[in-house]
């Protein structure tokens, strides 16, 4: 049976016969101490899967993130509620830009062209924190600046504290990784709202397809089930990730696969629809996207010897994160021109259809 610590109120309960995955809880407050066998349990889940939880309760001012979060959701809700007239004003896509609105529908989750069946909307870290000229928004977000700004900045310390921690246990020069993630940086940084309906019985399918997260740390918050990861290895089958009370799911991006040579990982997930008594609520998801600086080249660095060399005859493509993230972005959409899909897929993804 479910714990009550691990169930959220008013939220059905997570079902216990389903396959989730094993992923590591790793306790902020500990991160934050340096603690050594809180550090090496970072690097195993980095390394292994790129998946983690962290458990936020406890760790002094950064249990901020949670009430930040808890407002961000009622916002999220309000703001979805607006007419999708008032929404499409928004979607900056034919600006070649991932920030704004994406309806349902818009999207396509495999090669088939089925299409997705959620809606985003993206609200750029340089926007709020003054680094780029505000975009347009709708009033509910323009009243909200400050929530977004506490919300952003207390992430992004998480972001900081996990890529220092990171950069110490590969080798790196000081602070290698940190210089790449400024939060006065220009970057493609983002939070994004999610919004999934529930589908219909009869047709319970994929709502986001398979992919990798485009940057390089992903802090989300959740509250029903829906999101899976595929493990590593040739048999491996699709696990649910439970979501916990207290606690965000962190993950990896491309980035940090490209920064590595693949000893991190950027591990393939998607989202379904929620098991169990779950799949009759509408699914929300609140979503901190921390990118490399728009001009950072995506490739190996240099100064540490425990990332791999590349293998001989191998010659990383030229390409900054700015470019990378806008072909990873905008690759799915049906309403997007010049952008295609196969270069929208994802580092693990492609060595896994090299190995085929």
């Known amino acids: 049976m479910q714990k009550q610590e691990d169930a959220f109120p008013g939220i059905p309960v997570f079902p216990d016969d389903v396959p989730t995955a094993p992923l590591l809880r790793l306790s902020l407050k500990n991160l934050l101490a340096e603690d050594e066998d809180e550090i090496q349990k970072l690097s195993k889940a980095c390394e292994e899967i790129g998946f983690f939880y962290l458990d936020i309760r406890d760790a002094g001012e950064a249990t901020n993130l949670l009430a930040d979060a808890d407002k961000l959701f009622e916002i999220g809700t309000d703001l979805f509620e607006l007419p999708l007239e008032e929404k499409q004003k928004y979607d900056f896509s034919a600006q070649k830009s991932y920030f704004g609105y994406k309806a349902q529908g818009v999207g396509v989750v495999d090669r088939q062209g089925n299409l997705d069946r959620n809606e985003f909307y993206n609200v750029s870290k340089d926007d709020i924190m003054g680094v780029s000229q ?9 009243n909200n600046r400050n929530s977004f700004e506490s919300f952003i900045q207390n992430s992004h310390s998480i972001v900081t504290l996990i890529l220092k921690l990171l950069n110490t246990s590969l080798g790196l020069p000081e602070s290698t990784l940190a210089k790449l993630h400024r939060l006065e940086g220009i970057s493609g940084d983002q939070v994004r709202f999610v919004k999934a309906p529930p589908q219909p019985v009869d047709d319970r399918r994929t709502a986001l397809g398979e992919h990798t997260d485009f940057g390089s740390v992903t802090i989300l918050f959740n509250r029903l089930g829906g999101l899976q990861v595929l493990p590593p290895g040739e048999d491996a089958e699709w696990q649910y990730v439970r979501p916990l009370p207290g606690h965000a799911i962190v993950n990896l991006g491309d980035a940090m696969v490209k920064f590595t040579n693949g000893l991190l990982r950027s591990n393939i997930h998607r989202v379904v629809s929620p098991p169990g008594q779950q ?15 728009d001009d950072v080249p995506l490739r190996r660095l240099e100064g540490s010897s425990r990332i ?30 010049d952008i295609e899909y196969d270069k929208s897929v994802g580092t693990e993804m492609l060595s896994r259809r090299l190995k085929v």
């Open 308 to 337: 791999p060399e590349l293998e001989e005859g191998v010659v990383e493509e030229a390409i900054n994160s700015k470019d990378w993230i806008i072909r990873r972005a905008l690759g799915r959409r049906i309403d997007v021109p």
């Open 279 to 293: 799949a009759d609520s509408t699914r929300y998801s609140l979503v901190y996207f921390a990118r490399p600086e």
């Open 134 to 142: 505000p975009l347009p928004a709708p009033d509910i977000l323009e």
